[in-house]
């Protein structure tokens, strides 16, 4: 058996440098990147964020070694373009994302209990939290709307193109179950004007999704939510049920437990599942989403053939399928 080179063992060692981000999140969370937003000094820095001046020399000269900051005469500082990231008032974002008090941070948090995860078979989550993902996103800690911003953003053109291809009759009625703010449910009803829609979640995502609809006037008056818990009761009477993203958050027995339930909410179902298809999306993205969905929720991604495997066994009929782009599949499905 071979030994591992120095290169290789350096090359790996690099690969699990936890520090750049801890680095990161550090200069976000004390304000220390926002003080970094025009020149300055570290006297001028350490006085604004109230912190100790050599932990800020240190941390300035770490990021500086990153490419993060850039200096000018020896004393002065401030953001390089990629530094710049790290602002509030960047439009990507990545401040929200790396500050200690996002929903993100709780996430990687959880991840320190993935050896306690895989011996148990219990999310990381719920062993870090005490609580499940989605029960954790409380309306007052504002998880709800960084969760959901990042979830629109992402799915922006797969939620386009499936209203071009959903087939329903006009004046129908679309129920999305675990509907998040609705965003295949919005992207439909925006396309078709004389359909209505019904968005079902937990109660504090249907408060928010609520407000978020109220601000878009091509669903205003045409889109309500209904507060429910999908594994408990799926309303009846809709056209057309829409279940997006959902089953990649639950263990086989869960999610076919919940398409059963949907088939049996009314004498006929029509139901479209929207999924990222383990057999559409590129590997590297498979291996990594498989790994954090059994960390957070103890779901997976599944491939096309078991989302039809899946809907057979919870009583439903494949009657048409069609890949929206980036690996994402869209199965229409009825009750059989």
Same mark, same amino acid.
């Given at each position: 058996?071979?030994?591992?080179?120095?290169?290789?063992?350096?090359?790996?060692?690099?690969?699990?440098?936890?520090?750049?981000?801890?680095?990161?999140?550090?200069?976000?969370?004390?304000?220390?990147?926002?003080?970094?937003?025009?020149?300055?000094?570290?006297?001028?820095?350490?006085?604004?964020?109230?912190?100790?001046?050599?932990? %800020?020399?240190?941390?300035?000269?770490?990021?500086?070694?990153?490419?993060?900051?850039?200096?000018?005469?020896?004393?002065?500082?401030?953001?390089?373009?990629?530094?710049?990231?790290?602002?509030?008032?960047?439009?990507?974002?990545?401040?929200?994302?790396?500050?200690?008090?996002?929903?993100?941070?709780?996430?990687?948090?959880?991840?320190?209990?993935?050896?306690?995860?895989?011996?148990?078979?219990?999310?990381?989550?719920?062993?870090?939290?005490?609580?499940?993902?989605?029960?954790?996103?409380?309306?007052?800690?504002?998880?709800?709307?960084?969760?959901?911003?990042?979830?629109?953003?992402?799915?922006?053109?797969?939620?386009?193109?499936?209203?071009?291809?959903?087939?329903?009759?006009?004046?129908?009625?679309?129920?999305?179950?675990?509907?998040?703010?609705?965003?295949?449910?919005?992207?439909?009803?925006?396309?078709?004007?004389?359909?209505?829609?019904?968005?079902?979640?937990?109660?504090?995502?249907?408060?928010?999704?609520?407000?978020?609809?109220?601000?878009?006037?091509?669903?205003?008056?045409?889109?309500?939510?209904?507060?429910?818990?999908?594994?408990?009761?799926?309303?009846?009477?809709?056209?057309?049920?829409?279940?997006?993203?959902?089953? %990649?958050?639950?263990?086989?027995?869960?999610?076919?437990?919940?398409?059963?339930? %949907?088939?049996?909410?009314?004498?006929?179902?029509?139901?479209?599942?929207?999924?990222?298809?383990?057999?559409?999306?590129?590997?590297?993205?498979?291996?990594?989403?498989?790994?954090?969905q059994f960390a957070m929720t103890g779901g997976r991604?599944?491939?096309?053939?078991?989302?039809?495997?899946?809907?057979?066994?919870?009583?439903?009929?494949?009657?048409?399928?069609?890949?929206?782009?980036?690996?994402?599949?869209?199965?229409?499905?009825?009750?059989?």
């Amino acid at each position: 058996m071979t030994t591992a080179s120095p290169e290789l063992a350096a090359e790996w060692a690099e690969r699990m440098n936890p520090l750049p981000g801890h680095a990161v999140r550090a200069a976000v969370s004390t304000g220390l990147a926002e003080q970094l937003d025009t020149w300055t000094t570290l006297t001028s820095i350490h006085r604004a964020i109230d912190a100790d001046p050599t932990a %800020v020399r240190v941390l300035v000269e770490y990021l500086e070694s990153l490419g993060l900051v850039e200096r000018e005469g020896g004393t002065k500082l401030r953001l390089t373009p990629a530094g710049r990231l790290m602002l509030v008032s960047d439009p990507y974002g990545f401040a929200q994302h790396w500050h200690t008090n996002s929903f993100a941070h709780r996430i990687e948090a959880a991840f320190a209990q993935l050896e306690e995860s895989v011996r148990t078979g219990t999310p990381c989550y719920e062993l870090a939290h005490r609580t499940n993902l989605y029960r954790d996103l409380r309306p007052d800690s504002g998880h709800l709307a960084e969760a959901f911003s990042s979830a629109k953003s992402l799915t922006q053109h797969s939620a386009r193109r499936l209203a071009e291809w959903i087939d329903i009759p006009e004046g129908s009625t679309i129920t999305e179950l675990g509907c998040g703010v609705g965003q295949y449910l919005c992207a439909v009803l925006s396309a078709r004007p004389s359909l209505t829609g019904v968005g079902v979640d937990l109660p504090a995502v249907v408060a928010h999704a609520e407000s978020d609809w109220a601000t878009q006037d091509d669903v205003q008056g045409r889109i309500r939510g209904m507060a429910c818990d999908i594994f408990e009761d799926v309303p009846t009477g809709a056209d057309l049920y829409l279940l997006c993203n959902v089953l %990649v958050d639950l263990p086989e027995q869960r999610a076919t437990a919940l398409l059963g339930r %949907v088939a049996r909410a009314d004498d006929e179902v029509r139901l479209v599942v929207v999924e990222l298809a383990s057999d559409l999306a590129p590997p590297a993205l498979v291996t990594h989403m498989n790994l954090h969905q059994f960390a957070m929720t103890g779901g997976r991604l599944r491939s096309s053939g078991e989302l039809r495997a899946i809907g057979e066994l919870a009583g439903f009929a494949c009657v048409d399928e069609t890949a929206l782009g980036g690996g994402i599949l869209a199965l229409s499905l009825l009750s059989s």
